[in-house]
């Protein structure tokens, strides 16, 4: 499904290069929910950007359902990316847009007729359990409801894959349960691969079958979350299941 190979992403600065990722390997299969787990700064949010096309790799290959992503240029490109849907920690919502307004909007920008929107809006927002909600605005909603929008509005234009960077870092323990409860609901009732990128071990834990541990721009090791967690290869991964306490 998801195949990342050799990937590695420089920037350029005044002071010199800055090794963002280095030589990064990966392999998600259709219909994983699969975590990618780090501390601050080890690159994990540079990794998912990329596999979203938000950023350009320096090297490397990105393949998703067989195309090579790192190939496309102008429309196939915008058209494929409509492949993916992202889910931001902070949300990213249009603030003057009611929340029906906010799933519209990537669907105006596909070209989806309006009838079809109204239709996919109600649908939604009934998955994401805010059909009452429609008319509000993002300043009326609480944390966890602007999160059902942002995963709502990644949903509008069929992904097949879903990246979330973060997604309950903001949230309290108890928002936390019900947005994973959420994305596990929605790998299985619509068949979507979902990308996690967390620094949180409980999460990995809550949702992922699979998990890839990243520290210092390199994947360190992957596999089956269980294997992975259970008997962990790296000093990191040690240190972070120290940190959230033993695997259940």
């Known amino acids: 499904m998801i195949e990342v190979s050799n990937l590695s992403k420089i920037y350029k600065t005044k002071k010199g290069d800055v090794n963002a990722l280095l030589d990064v390997n990966l392999h998600v299969e259709k219909s994983d929910i699969f975590g990618i787990i780090g501390m601050s700064g080890a690159g994990k949010s540079t990794l998912i ?3 979203g096309l938000l950023e350009e790799p320096t090297t490397g290959k990105i ?11 102008g429309k196939e490109k915008l058209r494929l990316r409509r492949q993916i849907g992202t889910i931001f920690q902070g949300y990213h919502l249009l603030m003057q847009r009611t929340v029906a307004g906010n799933l519209s909007f990537p669907m105006e920008l596909a070209g989806i007729s309006k009838e079809k929107r109204q239709e996919k809006i109600k649908s939604l927002l009934k998955l994401v359990g805010l059909e009452d909600r429609a008319d509000a605005y993002p300043a009326q909603l609480s944390g966890g409801q602007k999160q059902r929008v942002a995963i709502a509005r990644a949903l509008t234009c069929d992904p097949k894959v879903l990246l979330c960077d973060e997604p309950t870092s903001a949230l309290d323990s108890l928002t936390t349960r019900s947005i994973l409860k959420l994305l596990r609901e929605i790998n299985c009732e619509l068949g979507v691969t979902v990308v996690i990128i967390t620094h949180e071990i409980g999460v990995v834990r809550a949702i992922c079958n699979k998990v890839a541990v990243i520290d210092k721009n390199r994947i360190l090791e992957q596999g089956n979350a269980r294997e992975v967690l259970e008997q962990p290869k790296s000093e990191i991964t040690r240190s972070l299941i120290g940190i959230g306490g033993d695997f259940s």
């Open 49 to 51: 950007r990329c596999i």
């Open 63 to 73: 393949t998703i359902d067989g195309v090579d992503m790192t190939t496309l240029k």
